[in-house]
């Protein structure tokens, strides 16, 4: 079955950084572009970061462009989000999430992971 | 980049069918059919419900469907149950290569 789980979490001050992971298994990780998604406690949910199957496209919400980068280890299978300048309002749980062949969506998600920033 | 409209809350009692609606523009909801609805109980991870404006994954309810009209997508819950009590959110690819949510919907079964 299809398994996603985020690590890397945890509080950190504003302007400093985190990587953020998410363990693939159950699917072909190689095969298939992935995103990030987040949610900030008590609100909606915000696109993060979209990575094709192979890496090489690379899209980001305007709110994190230049300051978040979306990468990928296909023969580790897992996803990674390095998190640079946080700001208090990037807390969130960041969930990783899977986009189906052919689509444009999430048909999978991870249980999330919490970051929190404060100072 | 602002999000879908989505009306904040929703009832109705068992039995009943409500519709959630979400409103974009023509570079999101209007411009493809790339709607996707998910469904978030409290403490858990999103759940998809609909993807491509109206079609059901496997495993999901036939009570749930979806349509859309022009830049207006809308979810429907037919046969309401007390399980349905969740928060619903709208999605959707854009023109810019992004992908977009709504502000999300309360339903509450009375």
């Known amino acids: 079955q299809v398994q996603l789980v985020e690590s890397g979490g945890g509080v950190v001050q504003p302007g400093r950084s985190l990587r953020l992971s998410c363990a693939a298994s159950?699917?072909?990780?190689?095969?298939?572009?992935m995103h990030w998604v987040r949610q900030a406690p008590g609100k909606g949910l915000e696109w993060v970061a979209f990575?094709?199957?192979?890496?090489?496209?690379?899209y980001y919400a305007d709110s994190v462009k230049g300051r978040f980068t979306i990468s990928r280890d296909n023969s580790k299978n897992t996803l990674y989000l390095q998190v640079n300048s946080l700001r208090v309002e990037d807390t969130a749980v960041y969930y990783c999430a899977r986009n189906p062949e052919y689509h444009f969506n999430f048909d999978y998600w991870g249980q999330g992971t919490l970051v929190t920033v404060s100072s | 980049q602002s999000a879908l409209t989505q009306p904040a809350s929703v009832s109705g009692s068992p039995g009943q069918s409500i519709t959630i609606s979400c409103t974009g523009t023509s570079s999101d909801v209007g411009g493809y059919n790339y709607v996707s609805w998910y469904q978030q109980h409290p403490g858990k991870a999103p759940k998809l419900i609909i993807s491509?404006?109206?079609n059901r994954p496997s495993g999901v309810s036939n009570r749930f469907s979806g349509s859309k009209s022009g830049n207006t997508a809308s979810l429907t819950i037919s046969g309401l149950q007390a399980e349905d009590e969740a928060d619903y959110y709208c999605?959707?690819?854009?023109?810019?290569?992004?992908?977009?949510f709504g502000g999300g919907t309360k339903l509450t079964v009375l």
């Open positions: 990575i094709s199957w192979d890496g090489t496209n690379k």
């Open positions: 999605s959707s690819y854009t023109s810019s290569s992004t992908w977009m």
């Open positions: 491509d404006v109206n």
């Open positions: 159950g699917f072909t990780f190689r095969s298939l572009s």
